[in-house]
């Protein structure tokens, strides 16, 4: 059977494929639904349509999955900010589960490794310890709303469409945040409608006011608030500054992060601090973190003690071995397992990153890191010592492949691999496949409501 594009078909969804979608097949041919869950029966639109594969969107669920359930988020059809609040808690949880078998199985060739159950997140909403909202000239409207007078769609504030660089969902809150969170939102984007500074046009590239960036401590409830501008321009933003100062005793950093360039980035060349001491402070564990404007920490923070200490139980240190921190950040995972190990050396491309790291290590006693700064796949040529366990939490992209090859140049006997992305997990495993073999992989929820998951990974050398 000819599928073309625009054709309307019926499908029953079969399954969750990575990437969130649903698998049907039409005649032997595999087909792709967005916002789909198993056990739907759909009628969808062709928008795509390749060799071996089309892609539909649904025009009408005709019979709904039992496990599909009322979203309760009124923009989750249409920003990207959570595209599963529609399935179960309890089935996305398996669904995840079943993701990362299925890459480790196709892509990693590790058909018989260990994939555990998903740990479940404490939260299902409110989890989110840092958002980033763009501001936008052109703000989009939800279905039906088009006509109504009020909002200023000439200065909207919001999250992406998923697929558009330029389409901002304009909205009053997010349930990913806490509501304090959205009380900041809110007084932001009124006072810049009010301020007479435009926003910055995603297409035209000119105006004054890119992004705002919240950071919330889930252990202190301290917030710390970055206003992302186009320039330095000091009456508008430390007017702004003393309105937060003054309506949000919460609020204990404001920081104004400058981006000249076009790249549509949520992190400043430079930065000024307008309130505070520029950093603030969380806990995981009984560890205490400093943690800068643009420093990565994990945005789940009960989670992120969850996955630390899996990585802990993982890595079974005897207190002897010398532990290699690849792509280490603020030191997170370093601190965690220094008191386990004799030596920490960990990596990293942020020189800022690593100044929060030093400073978290005297913070917390810790006198036993040692922090290197620059390109991890340059970097490591340079190391001479061989390291008993070598942790890597790369980005979603994975590990170069020089990475690759210089840890295959180490043979480390244990290797803990942190992957917020299943795919290149597994990729990078079946590149390592000669030297190691992966015993078992940890599934940990720190992004409830979309098709997300961090996995740590064993691998054991052969």
Request: charged share 25%; with cysteine; hydrophobic share 35%.
């Amino acid at each position: 059977m000819d599928i073309r594009r625009g054709d309307t078909i019926e499908l029953g969804i079969e399954k969750v494929v990575f990437g969130g979608r649903g698998l049907a097949h039409l005649k032997g041919m595999a087909v792709f639904v967005d916002k789909a869950v198993p056990g739907d029966r759909v009628r969808a639109r062709v928008i795509r349509v390749k060799r071996n594969y089309a892609e539909a969107r649904i025009l009408e669920v005709i019979e709904a999955s039992p496990h599909r359930i009322s979203a309760a988020c009124p923009y989750s059809n249409y920003c990207g900010g959570c595209n599963w609040q529609f399935i179960n808690y309890e089935k996305q949880l398996e669904y995840k589960q079943a993701s990362v078998q299925d890459l480790l199985s196709h892509i990693g060739k590790a058909p018989h490794c260990q994939v555990h159950s998903a740990l479940p997140s404490s939260q299902i909403f409110g989890y989110r310890n840092k958002m980033e909202f763009s501001f936008s000239d052109r703000g989009c409207s939800l279905p039906g709303e088009e006509d109504k007078a009020s909002g200023n769609k000439n200065c909207a504030l919001g999250l992406h469409i998923p697929g558009t660089f330029d389409k901002i969902v304009d909205i009053e809150g997010c349930l990913l945040q806490k509501e304090k969170g959205n009380e900041i939102l809110r007084g932001v984007k009124r006072y810049v409608e009010d301020s007479g500074v435009p926003v910055y046009g995603l297409e035209s590239h000119r105006g004054f006011w890119r992004y705002l960036v919240l950071r919330h401590s889930y252990c202190f409830d301290e917030w710390m608030v970055n206003i992302v501008t186009s320039d330095e321009r000091d009456p508008p933003v430390h007017a702004l500054a003393s309105m937060l100062r003054d309506r949000f005793k919460e609020i204990t950093c404001i920081v104004n992060g400058i981006n000249t360039r076009k790249g549509g980035t949520a992190v400043g060349e430079w930065e000024r601090t307008l309130a505070g001491d520029g950093n603030i402070r969380d806990k995981i564990g009984g560890f205490t973190f400093e943690i800068s404007a643009d420093s990565f920490f994990q945005t789940n923070t009960p989670m992120a003690e969850r996955l630390y200490k899996s990585v802990k139980d993982l890595a079974s240190l005897r207190g002897e071995e010398t532990v290699l921190d690849l792509y280490c950040g603020i030191g997170t995972v370093s601190i965690f397992l220094a008191p386990d190990a004799s030596r920490v050396i960990g990596m990293d491309i942020s020189n800022s990153a690593l100044a929060d790291a030093n400073r978290n290590c005297l913070l917390n006693g810790v006198d036993n890191c040692k922090f290197l700064c620059g390109d991890v796949k340059t970097l490591l040529p340079q190391v001479t010592i061989k390291p008993e366990v070598l942790v890597t939490d790369p980005p979603r992209a994975g590990m170069h492949r020089r990475v690759v090859d210089q840890i295959l140049r180490f043979l480390p006997e244990r290797i803990i691999y942190i992957s917020c992305n299943p795919a290149t997990l597994a990729r990078d495993i079946a590149l390592l496949k000669e030297r190691y073999r992966v015993e078992e992989v940890q599934p940990i929820d720190l992004f409830p409501n979309t098709y997300h998951v961090e996995s740590v990974a064993r691998l054991e050398s052969v």
